[in-house]
T-cell receptor, first 115, second 113 residues
Framework: KAGVTQTPRYLIKTRGQQVTLSCSPI?????VSWYQQTPGQGLQFLFE???????NKGNFPGRFSGRQFSNSRSEMNVSTLELGDSALYLC??????????????FGPGTRLTVT | DAKTTQPNSMESNEEEPVHLPCNHS???????IHWYRQLPSQGPEYVIH???SNVNNRMASLAIAEDRKSSTLILHRATLRDAAVYYC??????????????FGKGTKLTVNP
């Protein structure tokens, strides 16, 4: 079965622009989470979606947003890009969120560079 | 706020056991302890999780202190393929069923041949 796929894998943007990243979860998985990974801060949770609803959100500014479609595919958007937004953005999927779910499957990530 | 603390790096020799510590002194009674690892140029992958009792699976063992304020991931015989960054994570279920995930900065494990 295919794993979590993320597109694009690499992206270069300029300060002030906006960007949309895409994530396709494993078939049958309905929960999608997004993370930001930087050398200084490590892995930080952005938000989680289940059944097209945001269930949980990390401590990121409103410039970071996301959505989930009826087929469970998810997108995240960053508006007004800043240099500090340069990071690896990881998507993870699981069947359901909540108790009893112990394993998330991560995609390879999208490397965003802001210049 | 909940927080996990891990050493920045550890080193081991191949075929030897490795004990990776994690402190989570602000853990609450319903927080699960998860471990993931991230190999170079890959997304993190699940290793093991537990609540109160020690846990074993094919990849590793998880030893949880009686007061749950710390835990240790044990790799019984390190191989070169175990070289990765290991993350200790608290998974807290909030009212309404949503979850808050608290990550450590991770421990970079180097395995020497």
């Amino acid at each position: 079965k295919a794993g979590v796929t993320q597109t694009p894998r690499y992206l270069i943007k300029t300060r002030g622009q906006q960007v949309t990243l895409s994530c396709s979860p494993i078939s049958g998985h309905r929960s999608v989470s997004w993370y930001q990974q930087t050398p200084g801060q490590g892995l930080q949770f952005l938000f989680e979606y289940f059944s097209e609803t945001q269930r949980n959100k990390g401590n990121f500014p409103g410039r970071f947003s996301g959505r989930q479609f009826s087929n469970s595919r998810s997108e995240m958007n960053v508006s007004t890009l800043e240099l500090g937004d340069s990071a690896l953005y990881l998507c993870a999927s699981s069947f359901y969120p909540g108790q009893g779910i112990y394993e998330q499957y991560f995609g390879p990530g999208t490397r965003l560079t802001v210049t | 706020d909940a927080k996990t603390t891990q050493p920045n790096s550890m080193e081991s020799n191949e075929e030897e056991p490795v004990h990776l510590p994690c402190n989570h002194s602000t853990i609450s009674g319903t927080d699960y302890i998860h471990w993931y690892r991230q190999l170079p140029s890959q997304g993190p992958e699940y290793v093991i999780h537990g609540l109160t009792s020690n846990v074993n699976n094919r990849m590793a063992s998880l030893a949880i202190a009686e007061d749950r304020k710390s835990s240790t991931l044990i790799l019984h015989r390190a191989t070169l393929r175990d070289a990765a960054v290991y993350y200790c994570i608290l998974r807290r279920t909030l009212q309404g069923g949503s979850e808050k995930l608290v990550f450590g900065k991770g421990t970079k494990l180097t395995v020497n041949p």
